[in-house]
């Protein structure tokens, strides 16, 4: 706990996990305490032992997380009770022998009483209205689980005469205390109160509290991003200044995807941070470090292009005799630290450090300024790349710029609210991440639907009346198709841990008259034992559920609610104790209950899986078909950019072709978690490498276009931008774009018209030939803006950028079409033999693009004109 070796988040989940033991242990006090059962209502100790499962899925490691499962779990508590009371007062009584009374008959909403079809219908219609909505997906398993255990009891015909006499309050509203449904809102309640315990926090200190928030964790990650950031963009400087090849930038892309990921976790961690706000500056304070969040994450978009613009140098220059620009990058550098630590210190809510940025921001353009006047200067020698490298650096000043007129309003301009019910997000119950579009809803609601409404048929038909299954699938259920294999095979072994190994310890422990566990071979010693385990069973499966990136959480999520079930039912079960608690039929065997239980929960994972598997078949919903799906329109979003930025150069919108990026990106991690060998016997073999490839060219012309929008900005005159991307840019290059999104999309489904092997050069060069070819055209403007003065030197500089940015984006469509070009082109053929070598040569003129040969003729003039050293001569 206290190595300050070990990862501060590796140290958190270790401690909730510890604390969450402990609080498990402390559930068994009712089942050791023989006091304590006397007072224990029929129904409480019947549904006792279950408080584990309900428990598990409100531990969290910072508070903020732990409040939003508090108001999903109540939340769900509270529908599936409003439900309920509308079904018992359509049918009151349900199945059993009240129901069919005179009275109740009479009092009853739907004439003639109680119907099994009406009942399930409701059931159905419930369910429906559920999976068709937006809530949180908590909530979701909460109402279902809580529902489905109680409808599977209401429908009942051997129940109790007075179980559904009433819900919350009988017909004289009088309220039933003690009745079923209140006695499991009171284990949910309770095990909502112990998950709030399960946090480790000492109150009086600040520096726990701050450990244990989502908001001080906030605070401490961007903090460290921005010091990262700073020594990221002095390295970037220093590579400039240096003119470093480009081999030696490896190590800063992988740092920069590194800040990258961090600054992508910092996003749940402001939405839970929400949740914590009890006042008016707390809530300000939240505002100020989602401003920064929001300003780093434009900064290393900019972090990104300056490395791609450092990448694409073909040619170096000394710099040794520029001693302004280093002198005006360090002036720079040094205004850039001073300014991101002022953000830094404002986001900790450090009076004296919300100064006005505006002189801040001109501190940093003015060497900025004087860099470029002097590149303007210098006759005779080409200096676009530096001018454009220069120009580029200019978007930190006003990305602070605009940080700094945030700050001002917020400061001036109070958060509506004062107390803790306003600091919430008003959508708060929404699904924060929907992965289905509006066409698509309906298939995801009728799959959930219908794997629910099958596990209501086996709890009714088969097994009953037992509502073990139906209270599984609702918590096992997939949001998503991603991953189908890997979440089932998580599902299985989490309910096999879980049902499986929990019941060793008392297989080894126990006497086992008729197996059921009569008493401890050694008492007490064997308790104590028994407890031990107990304890440490929880923390390792609470840890593995809670721990940062673990392969196995959802199977350890599973393992501790059905193996806590499970230890603490056989504990209560020994003679030395009373049997109030049972939870099964006097004398019956526990392996013949175990048996019964684990065949419930594994039909309902076997139900989901297989009704994801068909719907995902019939409706192209299989995770490698929504990547094939989902990244040509990454492409289709480049194209509608490039319709804009011709239209209005400055107003283009770039956000939504980040998001599509990111969607993709998470549906292609889903897949690395499948085993592709079983999809394969139904999809075409799925090429990673090539999405990844694509979209990294997506990525490339994300870049490439908001540097092109904050370029835009910075040209005083917009009919030289727009002039500019003319002429860099083709007529129809917005039609080019959209033909080669449908040819990606044929790509990654495996639907290219493909001629089979050994068919020779002709074969594939028509092939190529339909693949269509992007048009090369010029990289460079006709005419650049004129002027003597200051501004017409920056307008210059602007529309290089401007120009080069643009190249920069069609460029990346060029490498994706070259991309599928080769993917067409290795598909279709083994190029293994000396005899193919003629036909390779013939292809390789006929399919290379222009800007190949652009780059090849580049090359050789530029080996040409390099002085040849003694013996390098006829190499």
Not at 65 to 79: Q, R, W
Not at 374 to 396: H, I, P, Q
Not at 466 to 493: E, P
Not at 677 to 691: F, I, K, M, Q, T
Request: aromatic share 10%; proline share 4%; net charge negative.
């Amino acid at each position: 706990f206290f190595d300050p070796k070990v990862p501060s988040h590796t140290r958190r989940d270790l401690a909730v996990s510890v604390q969450s033991a402990w609080i498990y242990l402390l559930m068994s006090a009712p089942v050791v305490s023989y006091r304590l059962q006397e007072n224990i209502p029929t129904y409480l100790g019947k549904v006792y032992c279950y408080m584990p499962f309900w428990y598990i899925f409100g531990v969290a490691s910072f508070s903020g997380n732990f409040i939003a499962l508090a108001i999903s779990s109540v939340s769900g508590m509270l529908l599936s009770v409003l439900s309920m009371s509308f079904l018992n007062c359509l049918l009151p009584g349900g199945a059993g022998p009240l129901g069919k009374s005179e009275e109740f008959v009479r009092r009853a909403w739907v004439p003639g009483g109680y119907d099994p079809t009406f009942a399930a219908i409701f059931a159905g219609a419930f369910a429906c209205m559920l999976f068709a909505s937006k809530i949180d997906v908590n909530t979701k398993r909460y109402a279902l689980g809580m529902f489905g255990q109680f409808i599977v009891a209401f429908m009942n015909p051997h129940q109790d005469e007075a179980e559904f006499a009433a819900v919350v309050y009988d017909w004289d509203f009088n309220i039933n205390w003690r009745g079923p449904v209140l006695c499991q809102c009171y284990v949910i309640l309770a095990s909502v109160i112990l998950a709030g315990l399960s946090i480790p926090v000492v109150w009086f200190m600040p520096s726990s509290r701050s450990f244990f928030s989502s908001h001080g964790e906030l605070k401490r990650e961007l903090s460290d991003i921005s010091k990262d950031t700073i020594g990221f963009l002095e390295k970037i400087l220093h590579s400039f200044r240096e003119d470093l090849a480009a081999s030696t930038l490896h190590s800063s892309l992988l740092y920069k995807k590194h800040l990258s990921d961090r600054l992508s976790d910092t996003e749940m961690l402001a939405y839970y941070a929400g949740y914590e706000c009890c006042s008016q500056e707390a809530r300000a304070n939240l505002a100020i470090l989602r401003l920064l969040a929001t300003s780093l994450s434009e900064m290393h978009q900019v972090l990104q292009i300056l490395l791609d613009l450092l990448k694409e140098r073909t040619k170096t220059i000394d710099k040794a005799d520029d001693i302004d620009i280093t002198l005006n990058l360090e002036d720079f550098a040094l205004a850039f630290q001073e300014t991101m630590t002022s953000l830094v210190e404002a986001a900790n809510g450090r009076s004296g450090c919300m100064e006005d940025l505006r002189g801040v921001s001109k501190r940093m353009d003015s060497p900025l300024l004087a860099s470029l006047q002097y590149l303007e200067e210098c006759a005779g020698v080409d200096r676009n790349a530096d001018a454009v490298f220069v120009e580029t650096l200019r978007t930190f000043p006003t990305i602070i710029t605009e940080a700094g007129e945030g700050l001002k309003k917020i400061q001036e301009e109070p958060l509506p609210g004062s107390g803790w019910c306003w600091s919430l997000n008003p959508q708060f119950l929404v699904d924060s991440f929907p992965h289905f579009t509006g066409d698509e809803q309906p298939f995801n609601t009728a799959r959930k639907l219908l794997s629910w409404m099958l596990a209501l048929l086996w709890c009714l038909r088969v097994r009953d009346y037992d509502g073990t299954c139906i209270v599984g699938m609702s918590f096992v259920f997939s949001s998503t198709l991603g991953s189908l294999f890997d979440r089932n095979i998580n599902r299985m072994v989490g309910v096999g841990m879980g049902l499986v190994v929990s019941n060793l310890p008392a297989t080894l422990l126990t006497n086992d008259v008729e197996i059921n566990y009569t008493d401890f071979i050694n008492w007490p010693q064997d308790l104590i034992v028994y407890m031990l385990i107990m304890f440490l069973m929880w923390t390792a499966s609470i840890y593995g559920y809670l721990a940062k990136g673990a392969k196995w959480s959802y199977a350890c999520s599973l393992w501790a609610g059905f193996g806590g079930v499970q230890m603490l039912t056989n504990l209560q079960r020994l003679q030395h104790f009373s049997s109030r608690l049972s939870t099964g039929e006097k004398g019956s065997p526990l392996s013949f209950e175990v048996k019964n239980m684990m065949m419930d929960n594994f039909v309902a994972c076997f139900i989901c899986l297989l009704v994801d598997l068909c719907f995902a078949r019939i409706c192209r919903g299989l995770t490698t078909e929504r990547v094939g799906a989902t990244v040509p329109l990454c492409i289709e979003d480049i194209a509608d950019c490039v319709e804009e930025f011709r239209e209005r150069p400055t107003a283009a919108n770039t956000e939504i072709l980040r998001k599509r990026i990111a969607l993709a990106r998470w549906w292609d991690s889903e897949v690395a978690k499948d085993d592709l060998v079983w999809s394969a016997l139904w999809v075409p073999p799925y090429d990673g490498n090539l999405v990844q490839a694509v979209l990294e060219c997506c990525e490339t012309a994300h870049h490439a276009a908001t540097a092109l929008k904050a370029a835009a900005k910075r040209v005083s005159d917009r009919d030289t931008a727009k002039s500019a991307l003319e002429e860099v840019w083709p007529p129809d290059i917005t039609v080019q774009i959209r033909r080669h999104s449908e040819t990606v999309e044929k790509a990654l489904l495996g639907e290219l018209d493909l001629p089979d092997r050994g068919k020779g050069a002709d074969a594939h060069l028509d092939t190529m030939e339909k693949l269509g070819r992007l048009e090369v055209h010029s990289l460079q403007p006709s005419e650049a803006p004129s002027g003597t003065d200051m501004q017409g030197c920056l307008d210059r500089a602007a529309t290089l950028a401007l120009t080069s940015h643009a190249g920069s984006l069609y460029l990346a469509i060029l490498r994706s079409e070259e991309l599928i070009r080769d993917f067409a082109f290795w598909a279709c053929e083994e190029w293994s033999g000396a005899e193919k070598l003629r036909d390779l040569r013939a292809l390789s003129g006929a399919w290379s693009i222009g800007r190949r040969r652009e780059l090849t003729q580049a090359f050789s003039e530029d080996f040409a004109s390099r002085p040849q050293e003694e013996g390098e001569e006829g190499s």
